[in-house]
């Protein structure tokens, strides 16, 4: 086999997981509706999934990128894979348990997986051919997450949230606990039933991986911690940029996860039902990555995230105050906006930082961490009200902090342009 066809051979394998990790993250996002109702717990116990699922990002950014130095690009992809597999693989026992904290555990291992293998994979297709058309292979890899994001959502709507007892909390809290049991016990084999599928596609997958010669490239730069670390703190721009990636992805994950229960309260449905909205969230979201990726042609990347973020602001303060479908639209309008802001966030932040780039980049995955901290902030407000459309507060206050990160860009550029 050729070098190029080796090349063409691992860039198929590594961009199938583009599609795999984008399914498994928009498959999480519909667990906080399904384990609401199927054990009954509060808005604020629900976002623990996010918890567990954002905070093994944070965990382990930094180790798989040391994991890499030390070994290569393919080995990391084979660990996180391996990891993937094991937390997918932990819903059967979680399913047979019936205790939360053990779908919280599965769900961690998991995302850890998920982790290691998207800080080996991006740096690896770009290693996978000529340097002028690096930029252009990532995207086309990057291209299959949201439309394996689109799929988790439908995958979630069909084999898990249609599968749900019709029974409401209330009718739950006055049967035995025998019948209860029998019911939840339906309903958790139901969503472990697409993550062990998952599984065993994923284990074939790492059998083809590992037994397939790929170019062993390896990342041979060293890590100057300290003397980066230094470096960055000072760094307005990038230190902004951290907290203002922290606050979007707690705002982004906050969002979808309580868009199912915010249609289901405006519309009337079910789970099922309302996951339809769910994705067609998604799918606004991946139309409209495209549009202002093109406009990034004739407008500054911070000026168009100060006045998407003002959008943002003002369809969040719609679906607050509006009701049934006004709110709805004005709710999943949102995703058009959002589909700027990470990649935005994370390329101004990084912008100029030379030698403390791969620092400064690790440290911006690692604000992840929101998605971990504010959903959570967000079920205790939805708590704490007795309703979810006041909850939507938190991301609103989000989408503030992202504006100011845009008004500070847009003023440090326009200062370095005059120096």
């Known amino acids: ?55 093994a990002y944070f965990c382990l950014a930094l180790p798989a990128a040391f994991l890499i130095k030390r070994f290569n690009y393919k080995t990391g992809i084979l660990v996180g894979l391996g990891l993937f597999i094991a937390g997918a693989l932990l819903f059967y026992p979680a399913s047979n348990t019936m205790v939360y904290g053990h779908f919280l555990l599965a769900l961690f291992v998991l995302a850890g997986g998920l982790s290691i293998l998207e800080t080996a994979a991006n740096p690896y297709i770009l290693e996978l051919g000529p340097q002028e058309d690096a930029t252009r292979r990532l995207n086309l890899a990057q291209s299959f997450n949201p439309i394996g994001s689109i799929s988790g959502g439908i995958l979630s709507k069909y084999f898990i949230l249609s599968k749900l007892d019709s029974a409401s909390f209330e009718d739950r809290s006055g049967m035995d606990l025998t019948s209860l049991q029998h019911i939840q016990a339906k309903e958790l084999q139901a969503i472990m039933g697409p993550y062990v599928g998952v599984a065993i596609v994923l284990i074939v997958l790492w059998v083809i991986i590992y037994f397939t010669s790929m170019p062993q490239a390896k990342d041979d730069s060293r890590l100057h911690l300290r003397a980066s670390f230094n470096r960055l703190i000072v760094n307005k721009n990038y230190v902004w940029s951290v907290v203002a990636q922290f606050f979007y992805v707690g705002a982004q994950i906050g969002i979808w996860s309580f868009t199912i229960r915010y249609v289901m309260v405006e519309l009337a449905l079910d789970e099922a039902d309302a996951s339809t909205y769910y994705i067609i969230a998604l799918v606004l979201f991946l139309i409209f990555r495209f549009v202002f990726t093109y406009l990034m042609k004739f407008y500054n990347p911070a000026y168009l995230l100060q006045v998407l973020s003002i959008v943002a602001i003002v369809l969040v303060v719609f679906s607050i105050v509006g009701n049934g479908y006004f709110g709805v639209v004005s709710l999943l309008l949102i995703s058009a906006c959002m589909s700027l802001m990470f990649p935005t966030i994370f390329g101004l932040g990084l912008k100029d930082l030379g030698d403390d780039a791969k620092v400064g980049g690790a440290g911006l995955i690692m604000a992840i961490l929101g998605g971990a901290v504010l959903p959570a902030v967000q079920g205790q407000f939805s708590d704490y009200f007795g309703s979810i459309k006041i909850a939507f507060i938190v991301p609103m206050i989000c989408f503030t902090v992202v504006f100011y990160y845009g008004l500070i860009s847009r003023n440090t550029t326009s200062a370095n342009v005059t120096r």
């Open 1 to 55: 086999m050729t070098k190029n066809n080796k090349n063409f051979l691992a860039f198929a394998l590594v961009t199938s997981l583009f599609f795999m990790w984008g399914l498994a993250n928009n498959m999480t996002d519909t667990l906080l509706a399904a384990f609401k109702r199927v054990l009954s717990i509060s808005d604020f116990q629900t976002s623990f999934v996010q918890s567990a699922f954002y905070g």
